[in-house]
C-alpha cells in the first residue's frame, strides 16, 4: 500500500495570492461603497457637488471672513459672522444671572458630574461598584453646590440661567424620569387593577397634553391650588413637569421593551424561586431595557431639547437670553450668529448621547463577541 | 419537620381539578410520587401534561383540590410558593436560560438571591454542575453562544444549583435535533441514576422504559392509566393508552 494517495505536498497546494488590485484597501473601499453602480456613484457625485457648494461658503462665513474682536456692531465690518460679542456675553449665556464671582460653583458642579456619570456610563472603571456611591451622592451634592447654605453663598433659583439652566432641567429630568418611567411600565403591566389604572390615566394625561400648556399650568395655576406658605420654587415645577412629561414616554418605550421579553423567562425565574421584583431587576429589566435604549435616549433627546420651551414662562435659558440680545441695539442684527451659536451647544450634548447610546447598544449585546 | 417528613410521599395530588376560563383542564387528578421515584407522564397534545407538572412548582394555579410538596401545601401564601419553588427544579421545553448572563451567572443567580449564598461558594457548586452535564468549559459563555443540547445541559445544571429534591421535565429534547436529543437524554439517566425524584413529561419512550418507576398516560385532563414501563408498553390496560402508543411508535 502507498501512502501517498490522500497526502498531498505543500507543492500541490495553490499558492496563496493577494487579492486582485483594486479591491481591498483604500481604492477598493471607495470602489465598494461609493461607485459600486450607476446610481450610486451619481448620488457620490451630486453629494461631493452639494459638499464643494455648501462648505466653503460656511465655512468661509463663520471664520475666514467673520469678525472677532470688538465692543458693538460697528466693530464687524466683514462679510463674514460678527463674533466680536460672544467675548461680552458667553458669561450670561452660560450662567444666566448666576453671581459672576460665584459661577466657579456652576463649573464644579459640572466638573463633579463626570467622576459621578462614569460609573454609570462605563463599564471596568477603577474602584468598581463602590464609586456608584458617589454616582448616588451626587444630585444631593450638586444642588447643595449650587444653591448654596451651609456657609455658601446662597444663590436663590430665579438666578439660574443660560445653558446651565438648561443642563439643570434637563440633567434633573433624566436622572428621575428613568426609575419613574420604569415603576409607570410596571404598574401599567401590574395585575392589581386600581394601580394599572393609575398608571394608565398618568400616562395618558402627559402624553395627551402639549409640554407648552404643563408648563403653564406649573407656572400660573399650580401657585393657586398649592397651600401659599408651600411656595414651590418655579424652577422645581418646571423640573417636575418636564420629568412627569418623560417619564409617560419612557414608560411606553420600555413597555413596548417588557412585551419583547418571552414569557419563559418569567417562567424560569419564579421556577428558580427569585421574587416579583428580583426576577424584574435581575432578569427581566436588563433584557428589556436593553431593547429600549435607542427608545429611551430618544426620549432623553427631546427632553433636553424641550428644556428650551421655559422661554413661554419667563425663564432665561440660554435661547432666551439670546433672543434678548438679538434684540439688543448695540449688537442688532446678530439673529444667525446668535441661533447658530447656540445649536452648537445643542448639537454637541445630544448627539453625544446619540452616540453613547450606539455604543451601549454594541457593548451589551451578547450574541456576537 | 425534616425527619417526619422524610418517611412520607414527597408530592401528594388530591383532587385536582383547574380550568382556564371555561375549559376543564385538568379533571380530578389523584398522584402520590414517592421520594426518588421517577414517572414519565405521556399522553396526546393539549391533554393536560405540561399544566399538571406546571401546578407543582405553581406557575399555574389550580382551583380545586390540594397540592402538597415535601409538606408545604400550595396555597396564596406566598411563603409556601416561595418554599416549593426553592425545592422544585424546572426544566423547559424551549431552555429559557437568561441570555443577558452568562452560562455561570446562569448557575449562580438564583442561589446567590434566593438562598443567599456567598458568590463564591455559589460559583464553586455551578462549576460542579457544570461538569456534571459534561460543559465546563462553556462556562464564561453567552446561552446565545451555545447549541440546543448544550442550552439545555446548561438549563439542568441551573436548576440543580439550588439543590433541589425534585425536577420538572417539561418536554426538554421536543426542540432538539437527534444528535444533541442523546446527550441531554445521558445527562437525565445520570440524573435519575443519583436518585433525584423526576416528573418528566416526554415521548421518549426509549428513556420511559430505561428509567421510569412509574408510566403516566394523561387524556383531556385526566390520568388514564398508571403502570410500570414493563406493564404500560406491554399490556396498556385502555384504548385510548393503546391507540396512543401505536401512533407513537409507528412515527
Ligand atoms: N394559559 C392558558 N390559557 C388557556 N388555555 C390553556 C392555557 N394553557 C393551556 N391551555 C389549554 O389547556 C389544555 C392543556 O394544555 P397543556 O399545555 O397542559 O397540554 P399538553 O398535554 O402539555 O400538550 P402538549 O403536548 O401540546 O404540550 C390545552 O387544551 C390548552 O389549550
Ligand atoms: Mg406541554
Given at each position: 500500500m502507498t501512502e501517498t494517495v490522500f497526502h498531498r505536498s505543500k507543492a500541490d497546494l495553490l499558492p496563496e495570492r493577494p487579492p486582485p488590485?483594486?479591491?481591498?484597501?483604500a481604492v477598493g473601499w471607495v470602489r465598494e461603497n461609493l461607485f459600486s453602480s450607476w446610481t450610486n456613484s451619481a448620488l457620490t457625485i451630486l453629494s461631493l457637488y452639494l459638499l464643494w457648494l455648501v462648505v466653503p461658503g460656511v465655512f468661509g462665513w463663520a471664520f475666514l471672513d467673520a469678525g472677532f474682536a470688538g465692543t458693538d456692531r460697528t466693530a464687524c465690518e466683514g462679510a463674514g459672522a460678527c463674533w466680536a460679542w460672544v467675548d461680552q456675553r458667553i458669561g450670561q449665556f452660560l450662567?444666566?444671572?448666576?453671581?459672576r464671582e460665584q459661577t466657579w460653583r456652576v463649573d464644579l458642579a459640572l466638573l463633579l458630574l463626570v467622576p459621578a456619570a462614569a460609573p454609570i456610563l462605563f463599564d471596568k472603571l477603577p474602584f468598581g461598584r463602590k464609586a456608584l456611591w458617589f454616582s448616588l451622592a451626587y444630585p444631593f451634592l450638586a444642588v447643595l453646590i449650587l444653591l448654596g447654605g451651609f456657609g455658601l453663598e446662597e444663590v436663590p433659583t430665579d438666578k439660574f440661567g443660560g445653558f446651565m439652566l438648561n443642563i439643570t432641567i434637563g440633567l434633573a429630568g433624566i436622572i428621575v424620569s428613568l426609575p419613574f418611567g420604569i415603576l409607570l411600565a410596571l404598574g401599567r403591566r401590574s395585575q392589581m387593577p386600581v394601580l394599572r389604572l393609575i398608571c394608565i390615566g398618568f400616562i395618558e394625561a402627559f402624553r395627551g397634553i402639549p409640554l407648552v400648556t404643563f408648563m403653564f399650568t406649573a407656572a400660573l395655576l399650580l401657585p393657586l391650588f398649592l397651600p401659599s406658605h408651600f411656595n414651590w420654587d418655579l424652577v422645581l415645577r418646571v423640573i417636575v413637569v418636564v420629568t412627569f412629561y418623560a417619564a409617560a414616554y419612557i414608560a411606553e418605550v420600555i413597555r413596548g421593551g417588557l412585551q419583547a421579553i418571552p414569557r419563559g423567562q418569567y417562567e424560569a425565574a419564579q421556577a428558580l424561586g427569585l421574587g416579583y421584583w428580583q426576577s424584574m431587576r435581575l432578569v427581566i429589566l436588563p433584557q428589556a431595557l436593553k431593547i429600549s435604549i435607542p427608545g429611551i435616549v430618544n426620549t432623553f433627546i427631546a427632553l433636553f431639547k424641550d428644556t428650551t420651551l421655559v422661554i413661554v414662562i419667563g425663564l432665561f435659558d440660554i435661547l432666551n437670553i439670546g433672543n434678548q440680545m438679538v434684540a439688543n441695539p448695540d449688537w442688532l442684527g446678530l439673529g444667525l450668529e446668535t441661533y447658530v451659536f447656540i445649536s452648537v451647544f445643542f448639537f454637541v450634548i445630544c448627539f453625544s448621547m446619540s452616540r453613547y447610546s450606539m455604543h451601549l447598544e454594541r457593548r451589551l449585546d451578547t450574541t456576537r463577541r | 419537620m425534616q425527619d417526619q417528613t422524610a418517611a412520607g410521599p414527597i408530592i401528594e395530588i388530591k383532587g385536582v381539578n383547574k380550568w382556564f376560563g371555561d375549559y376543564h383542564a385538568l379533571r380530578d387528578i389523584n398522584l402520590t410520587v414517592a421520594r426518588q421515584e421517577r414517572i414519565v407522564i405521556c399522553g396526546p397534545s393539549g391533554s393536560g401534561k405540561s399544566t399538571l407538572i406546571r401546578t407543582i412548582n405553581r406557575l399555574e394555579e389550580h382551583q380545586e383540590g390540594s397540592i402538597i410538596v415535601d409538606g408545604v401545601e400550595l396555597t396564596h401564601d406566598l411563603k409556601n410558593i416561595d418554599a416549593v419553588r426553592r425545592e422544585v427544579g424546572m426544566v423547559f421545553q424551549s431552555f429559557?436560560?437568561?441570555?443577558?448572563?452568562?452560562v455561570l451567572q446562569n448557575c449562580t443567580l438564583a442561589p446567590i438571591w434566593v438562598r443567599r449564598l456567598p458568590k463564591a461558594e455559589a460559583e464553586a457548586t455551578a462549576m460542579e454542575y457544570l461538569e456534571r452535564v459534561r460543559i465546563p468549559e462553556q462556562a464564561n459563555k453567552y446561552p446565545g453562544q451555545l447549541s440546543g443540547g448544550q442550552q439545555q445541559r446548561v438549563a439542568i445544571a441551573r436548576s440543580l444549583c439550588m439543590r433541589p429534591n425534585v425536577m420538572l421535565f417539561d418536554?426538554?429534547?421536543?426542540?432538539?435535533d437527534p444528535e444533541m436529543i442523546k446527550e441531554v437524554l445521558e445527562v437525565m439517566v445520570d440524573l435519575a441514576e443519583s436518585g433525584m425524584t423526576m416528573l418528566v413529561v416526554t415521548h421518549e419512550m426509549g428513556f420511559a422504559s430505561q428509567v421510569a418507576d412509574r408510566v403516566i398516560f394523561m387524556d383531556a385532563g385526566q390520568i388514564v392509566e398508571s403502570n410500570t414501563p414493563d406493564e404500560f408498553f406491554n399490556r396498556p390496560q385502555s384504548d385510548r393508552t393503546r391507540l396512543f402508543l401505536s401512533q407513537v411508535i409507528s412515527q
Amino acid at each position: 500500500m502507498t501512502e501517498t494517495v490522500f497526502h498531498r505536498s505543500k507543492a500541490d497546494l495553490l499558492p496563496e495570492r493577494p487579492p486582485p488590485p483594486g479591491t481591498a484597501g483604500a481604492v477598493g473601499w471607495v470602489r465598494e461603497n461609493l461607485f459600486s453602480s450607476w446610481t450610486n456613484s451619481a448620488l457620490t457625485i451630486l453629494s461631493l457637488y452639494l459638499l464643494w457648494l455648501v462648505v466653503p461658503g460656511v465655512f468661509g462665513w463663520a471664520f475666514l471672513d467673520a469678525g472677532f474682536a470688538g465692543t458693538d456692531r460697528t466693530a464687524c465690518e466683514g462679510a463674514g459672522a460678527c463674533w466680536a460679542w460672544v467675548d461680552q456675553r458667553i458669561g450670561q449665556f452660560l450662567y444666566g444671572f448666576y453671581p459672576r464671582e460665584q459661577t466657579w460653583r456652576v463649573d464644579l458642579a459640572l466638573l463633579l458630574l463626570v467622576p459621578a456619570a462614569a460609573p454609570i456610563l462605563f463599564d471596568k472603571l477603577p474602584f468598581g461598584r463602590k464609586a456608584l456611591w458617589f454616582s448616588l451622592a451626587y444630585p444631593f451634592l450638586a444642588v447643595l453646590i449650587l444653591l448654596g447654605g451651609f456657609g455658601l453663598e446662597e444663590v436663590p433659583t430665579d438666578k439660574f440661567g443660560g445653558f446651565m439652566l438648561n443642563i439643570t432641567i434637563g440633567l434633573a429630568g433624566i436622572i428621575v424620569s428613568l426609575p419613574f418611567g420604569i415603576l409607570l411600565a410596571l404598574g401599567r403591566r401590574s395585575q392589581m387593577p386600581v394601580l394599572r389604572l393609575i398608571c394608565i390615566g398618568f400616562i395618558e394625561a402627559f402624553r395627551g397634553i402639549p409640554l407648552v400648556t404643563f408648563m403653564f399650568t406649573a407656572a400660573l395655576l399650580l401657585p393657586l391650588f398649592l397651600p401659599s406658605h408651600f411656595n414651590w420654587d418655579l424652577v422645581l415645577r418646571v423640573i417636575v413637569v418636564v420629568t412627569f412629561y418623560a417619564a409617560a414616554y419612557i414608560a411606553e418605550v420600555i413597555r413596548g421593551g417588557l412585551q419583547a421579553i418571552p414569557r419563559g423567562q418569567y417562567e424560569a425565574a419564579q421556577a428558580l424561586g427569585l421574587g416579583y421584583w428580583q426576577s424584574m431587576r435581575l432578569v427581566i429589566l436588563p433584557q428589556a431595557l436593553k431593547i429600549s435604549i435607542p427608545g429611551i435616549v430618544n426620549t432623553f433627546i427631546a427632553l433636553f431639547k424641550d428644556t428650551t420651551l421655559v422661554i413661554v414662562i419667563g425663564l432665561f435659558d440660554i435661547l432666551n437670553i439670546g433672543n434678548q440680545m438679538v434684540a439688543n441695539p448695540d449688537w442688532l442684527g446678530l439673529g444667525l450668529e446668535t441661533y447658530v451659536f447656540i445649536s452648537v451647544f445643542f448639537f454637541v450634548i445630544c448627539f453625544s448621547m446619540s452616540r453613547y447610546s450606539m455604543h451601549l447598544e454594541r457593548r451589551l449585546d451578547t450574541t456576537r463577541r | 419537620m425534616q425527619d417526619q417528613t422524610a418517611a412520607g410521599p414527597i408530592i401528594e395530588i388530591k383532587g385536582v381539578n383547574k380550568w382556564f376560563g371555561d375549559y376543564h383542564a385538568l379533571r380530578d387528578i389523584n398522584l402520590t410520587v414517592a421520594r426518588q421515584e421517577r414517572i414519565v407522564i405521556c399522553g396526546p397534545s393539549g391533554s393536560g401534561k405540561s399544566t399538571l407538572i406546571r401546578t407543582i412548582n405553581r406557575l399555574e394555579e389550580h382551583q380545586e383540590g390540594s397540592i402538597i410538596v415535601d409538606g408545604v401545601e400550595l396555597t396564596h401564601d406566598l411563603k409556601n410558593i416561595d418554599a416549593v419553588r426553592r425545592e422544585v427544579g424546572m426544566v423547559f421545553q424551549s431552555f429559557n436560560l437568561f441570555p443577558h448572563l452568562t452560562v455561570l451567572q446562569n448557575c449562580t443567580l438564583a442561589p446567590i438571591w434566593v438562598r443567599r449564598l456567598p458568590k463564591a461558594e455559589a460559583e464553586a457548586t455551578a462549576m460542579e454542575y457544570l461538569e456534571r452535564v459534561r460543559i465546563p468549559e462553556q462556562a464564561n459563555k453567552y446561552p446565545g453562544q451555545l447549541s440546543g443540547g448544550q442550552q439545555q445541559r446548561v438549563a439542568i445544571a441551573r436548576s440543580l444549583c439550588m439543590r433541589p429534591n425534585v425536577m420538572l421535565f417539561d418536554e426538554p429534547t421536543s426542540a432538539l435535533d437527534p444528535e444533541m436529543i442523546k446527550e441531554v437524554l445521558e445527562v437525565m439517566v445520570d440524573l435519575a441514576e443519583s436518585g433525584m425524584t423526576m416528573l418528566v413529561v416526554t415521548h421518549e419512550m426509549g428513556f420511559a422504559s430505561q428509567v421510569a418507576d412509574r408510566v403516566i398516560f394523561m387524556d383531556a385532563g385526566q390520568i388514564v392509566e398508571s403502570n410500570t414501563p414493563d406493564e404500560f408498553f406491554n399490556r396498556p390496560q385502555s384504548d385510548r393508552t393503546r391507540l396512543f402508543l401505536s401512533q407513537v411508535i409507528s412515527q
